[in-house]
C-alpha cells in the first residue's frame, strides 16, 4: 500500500491520523527489519489498553510485531469489510496468523473497535467468562507459546539476529524471575545474549493469566539445559504486583547476578 494507492475506504478513515504512518509507507523492506524500524527501541504503546474482549489477546500477540496499538486503535469504528481489507494488507506487509486467529481477531475488531462496541460491562464480562473458562483448563505453555512468542521469537526459539533475541539455550531464563517479569512488563533496552547484541522492545503481554506465563516460561527453560524449579501461578501473582515499565526491566535486569 503506497500513499497514491491508498483507494480503501480505509484509508479516508486512517488516513487523517498520524504523521508517523508516513514512515512505515516510505519503506519497502521485510517485516523484520520493519519491526525494528518502526519501535527504534524507544516506544511501544506500552500503556495502550483495548477494551477487554474474547480476541483481544491474539491481536496484542500478533500486531505489535511491526507497529503499536495506537495504529490499531486509531482505525476505530470500521465496518467489517474494512478490517477484512486491513488484516489482508496486514498479511501481505507479514503478519503472520492462521486462519482460526485471523477469525478470531476480526470477530474481536469488528465488535469491541467496530462502529456498535458492546457497553464496557458486558465487554469485561465476556472476558472474564474467557479467562476463567481458559484458566479452568490445563495450561499447554507450548501453545501458549505458539500464541504468543513465536511471532517474535520463532517457532523453535532461535529469535533473529539484531531484533529478537533467542529464548532456546538463553541462560538469561534461569537468572531469577527475569523470564516472568520480562513477560508480565516488557524489556526495552541494549541487551547482549550469546555475545550478540540487541536494542529493541518487547511489549508487555500482561494480559496472559498468571497459570498461562507460569506454563509458557516453564516451556521456553524447557529448551536450555539447567534444570529449574517449575514456575507456580503464584510466583507469577507475585511479581504481577510490581509493576515495572519496559526500561525499568531493563535495569532490573543489569542489575541481577
Ligand atoms: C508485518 C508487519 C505488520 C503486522 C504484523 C501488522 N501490521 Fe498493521 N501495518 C503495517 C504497516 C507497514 C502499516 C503502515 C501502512 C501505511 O502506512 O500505509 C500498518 C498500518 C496499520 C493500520 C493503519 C491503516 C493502514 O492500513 O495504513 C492498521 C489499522 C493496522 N496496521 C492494523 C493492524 C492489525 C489489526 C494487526 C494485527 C492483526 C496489524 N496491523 C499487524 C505492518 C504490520
Ligand atoms: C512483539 C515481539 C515480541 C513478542 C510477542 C515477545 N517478545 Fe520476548 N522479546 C522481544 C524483544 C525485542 C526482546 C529484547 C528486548 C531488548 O532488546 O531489550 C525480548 C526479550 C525477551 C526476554 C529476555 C531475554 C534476555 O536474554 O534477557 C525474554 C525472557 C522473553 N523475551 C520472553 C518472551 C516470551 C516468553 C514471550 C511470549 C509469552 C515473548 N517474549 C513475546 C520481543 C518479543
Known amino acids: 500500500m503506497t500513499a497514491q494507492g491508498c483507494s480503501r475506504p480505509l484509508c479516508a478513515n486512517a488516513g487523517a491520523a ?85 477469525k478470531q481477531v476480526l470477530q474481536y475488531l469488528t465488535t469491541y473497535l467496530g462502529p456498535h462496541p458492546p457497553p464496557a460491562a458486558s465487554a469485561s464480562a465476556a472476558a472474564s467468562t474467557g479467562a476463567s473458562a481458559a484458566s479452568a483448563r490445563a495450561v499447554d505453555g507450548s501453545k501458549v507459546y505458539a500464541e504468543n512468542c513465536a511471532t517474535c521469537h520463532g517457532a523453535a526459539g532461535l529469535g533473529q539476529p539484531g531484533y529478537y533475541p533467542p529464548l532456546a539455550g538463553n541462560p538469561d531464563l534461569a537468572r531469577d524471575a527475569l523470564p516472568i517479569v520480562v513477560v508480565l512488563n516488557g524489556l526495552s533496552g541494549p541487551i547482549e545474549v550469546g555475545g550478540r547484541a540487541f536494542d529493541n522492545s518487547m511489549p508487555p503481554l500482561d494480559y496472559l493469566s498468571n497459570a498461562e506465563i507460569a506454563a509458557v516460561v516453564d516451556f521456553v527453560r524447557g529448551w536450555g539445559s539447567a534444570k529449574l524449579e517449575p514456575v507456580t501461578p ?7 504486583q510490581r509493576r515495572m515499565s519496559p526500561t525499568e526491566v531493563h535495569d532490573y535486569r543489569a542489575k541481577l547476578k
Not at 234 to 240: D, F, I, L, N, T
Request: hydrophobic content about 45%; some cysteine.
Open 18 to 102: 498520524a504523521p508517523w504512518r508516513r514512515t512505515a509507507r516510505a519503506l519497502s523492506v521485510g517485516a523484520a527489519a520493519l519491526a525494528g524500524l518502526l519501535s527504534g527501541g524507544a516506544s511501544w504503546g506500552a500503556d495502550l489498553r483495548l477494551p477487554e474482549g474474547p480476541g483481544a489477546n491474539v491481536v496484542y500477540s500478533k500486531c505489535q510485531t511491526c507497529h503499536d496499538l495506537q495504529y490499531v486503535v486509531d482505525a476505530k469504528g470500521l465496518l467489517p469489510a474494512q478490517w477484512n481489507a486491513v488484516l489482508a494488507s496486514m498479511r501481505d506487509y507479514g503478519l503472520q496468523i492462521d486462519d482460526a486467529q485471523a
Open 234 to 240: 503464584e510466583a507469577v501473582a507475585e511479581q504481577r
